[in-house]
């Protein structure tokens, strides 16, 4: 050990209570802004991962290449070659199956409410027919347009079954609008697996050349990042569609229907058992505690291996030697500086660990024999 001067000890002190400080306050800050925004979702940072390990991180998004929404059936030839097929059947019975759910649900049709609506309204007539109501507050005119709407509303319910179905119809044909426009372009985006996988086709040889020549390398990962690219506009013209038939349907339940509840639609696309839900409610807490220990100089070693294990993920999915990967230089310093805090025990340095470690280390007293 190299002797040191109270000055330097002093700085030393100095500098890792600030490292701690201010990488705790980065922690914390990001976690509290994610908590108060309570939209904070790690699918855009698994989608866009490259690399090794992006086969791994994408398997954290439900239906990541979008095959349950475009239909994609595969089968085997009877010369054993796969083919590939859309079928549109299992999305158009999911959406006519929710109009007959909402209907259910909201009582669409109920002949019970559409006689209330009516009797409320012959009610209100009588009462205009009657006088009683001409110098009464509200105006004349708000009761007859109250009559209108109450009227209005009983024939909607009449026919809520029927226009529950026809908004299904509506979006069945535009869903199937769009996969023939697209069948050839979609089936082609799924049979170039055969493109991105050429390499690996040859044998060891070609692949191991494949992740050696850097200009092959660069071709496949260029080949992966095009298609990833390919499939967006086509589920991008799907996703609303799913949202669509569900607020249009929901949209048709009239004054005390609306009380029993949104209904949401089954989507066996986002029911997929991942990760994804438990680490979007995970990371910003996540993130705030590890902040708050940081500051605290609480579990201060924990905290930082924590983090920076949290750190080396992110970086897992934009490895730098991976062609388009998104700079992770900020990262890398701060899991070094993380790195460097758990090897200092840093939060014995003006931290709440120094209790901890009193605490820790009292040895249990010797019972009091008795006398």
Same mark, same amino acid.
């Given at each position: 050990?190299?002797?040191?001067?109270?000055?330097?000890?002093?700085?030393?002190? @100095?500098?890792?209570?600030?490292?701690?400080? @201010?990488?705790?306050?980065?922690?914390?800050?990001?976690?509290?802004?994610?908590?108060?925004?309570?939209?904070?979702?790690?699918?855009?940072?698994?989608?866009?991962?490259?690399?090794?390990?992006?086969?791994?991180?994408?398997?954290?998004?439900?239906?990541?290449?979008?095959? &349950?929404?475009?239909?994609?059936?595969?089968?085997?030839?009877?010369?054993?070659?796969?083919?590939?097929?859309?079928?549109? &059947?299992?999305?158009?019975?999911?959406?006519?199956?929710?109009?007959?759910?909402?209907?259910?649900?909201?009582?669409?049709?109920?002949?019970?409410?559409?006689?209330?609506?009516?009797?409320?309204?012959?009610?209100?007539?009588?009462?205009?027919?009657?006088? @009683?109501?001409?110098?009464?507050?509200?105006?004349?005119?708000?009761?007859?347009?109250?009559?209108?709407?109450?009227?209005?509303?009983?024939?909607?319910?009449?026919?809520?079954?029927?226009?529950?179905?026809?908004?299904?119809?509506?979006?069945?044909?535009?869903?199937?609008?769009?996969?023939?426009?697209?069948?050839?372009?979609?089936?082609?985006?799924?049979?170039?697996?055969?493109?991105?996988?050429?390499?690996?086709?040859?044998?060891?040889?070609?692949?191991?050349?494949?992740?050696?020549?850097?200009?092959?390398?660069?071709?496949?990962?260029?080949?992966?990042?095009?298609?990833?690219?390919?499939?967006?506009?086509?589920?991008?013209?799907?996703?609303?569609?799913?949202?669509?038939?569900?607020?249009?349907?929901?949209?048709?339940?009239?004054?005390?229907?609306?009380?029993?509840?949104?209904?949401?639609?089954?989507?066996?696309?986002?029911?997929?058992?991942?990760?994804?839900?438990?680490?979007?409610?995970?990371?910003?807490?996540?993130?705030?505690?590890?902040?708050?220990? &940081?500051?605290?100089?609480?579990?201060?070693?924990?905290?930082?291996?924590?983090?920076?294990?949290?750190?080396?993920?992110?970086?897992?999915?934009?490895?730098?030697?991976?062609?388009?990967?998104?700079?992770? @230089?900020?990262?890398?310093?701060?899991?070094?500086?993380?790195?460097?805090?758990?090897?200092?025990?840093?939060?014995?340095?003006?931290?709440?660990?120094?209790?901890?470690?009193?605490?820790?280390?009292?040895?249990?007293?010797?019972?009091?024999?008795?006398?």
């Amino acid at each position: 050990m190299f002797p040191q001067t109270k000055s330097q000890l002093f700085w030393v002190f @100095v500098s890792l209570l600030a490292l701690r400080l @201010v990488i705790g306050w980065h922690f914390y800050s990001e976690g509290v802004s994610k908590i108060k925004a309570g939209n904070f979702s790690a699918e855009p940072f698994f989608s866009a991962a490259k690399g090794p390990l992006a086969t791994v991180f994408h398997q954290f998004i439900p239906d990541y290449d979008g095959r &349950l929404r475009l239909g994609l059936v595969q089968s085997k030839s009877k010369d054993g070659k796969t083919e590939w097929s859309l079928d549109p &059947l299992v999305t158009e019975e999911l959406w006519k199956g929710f109009a007959y759910r909402a209907a259910r649900h909201y009582g669409f049709g109920d002949p019970e409410l559409i006689k209330a609506l009516q009797e409320r309204a012959d009610k209100s007539e009588s009462r205009i027919a009657t006088d @009683v109501v001409r110098t009464s507050d509200p105006p004349l005119e708000i009761w007859i347009e109250t009559i209108k709407e109450t009227r209005a509303q009983a024939q909607a319910v009449r026919n809520q079954k029927d226009a529950a179905l026809a908004v299904a119809q509506k979006y069945i044909d535009e869903y199937r609008a769009l996969l023939s426009e697209n069948e050839t372009e979609i089936l082609a985006y799924f049979r170039g697996d055969d493109r991105s996988e050429g390499f690996q086709r040859d044998g060891k040889f070609r692949a191991d050349v494949t992740s050696g020549v850097r200009s092959l390398r660069e071709q496949s990962d260029q080949i992966k990042s095009e298609r990833s690219r390919e499939a967006r506009p086509w589920l991008a013209d799907i996703d609303p569609m799913w949202n669509g038939v569900e607020a249009d349907i929901n949209a048709l339940a009239v004054g005390d229907q609306k009380s029993r509840g949104y209904l949401k639609i089954d989507r066996p696309h986002q029911n997929q058992w991942t990760m994804l839900p438990w680490i979007n409610r995970c990371v910003p807490w996540f993130d705030t505690i590890v902040g708050a220990c &940081l500051i605290l100089g609480l579990f201060t070693r924990m905290a930082s291996l924590a983090g920076a294990t949290f750190l080396a993920g992110i970086i897992a999915t934009q490895p730098p030697f991976v062609t388009g990967a998104a700079p992770t @230089v900020n990262q890398t310093i701060e899991l070094v500086g993380l790195l460097v805090l758990f090897a200092t025990s840093a939060g014995l340095y003006a931290g709440l660990d120094v209790f901890v470690k009193q605490w820790l280390g009292r040895k249990p007293r010797p019972a009091v024999e008795e006398q």
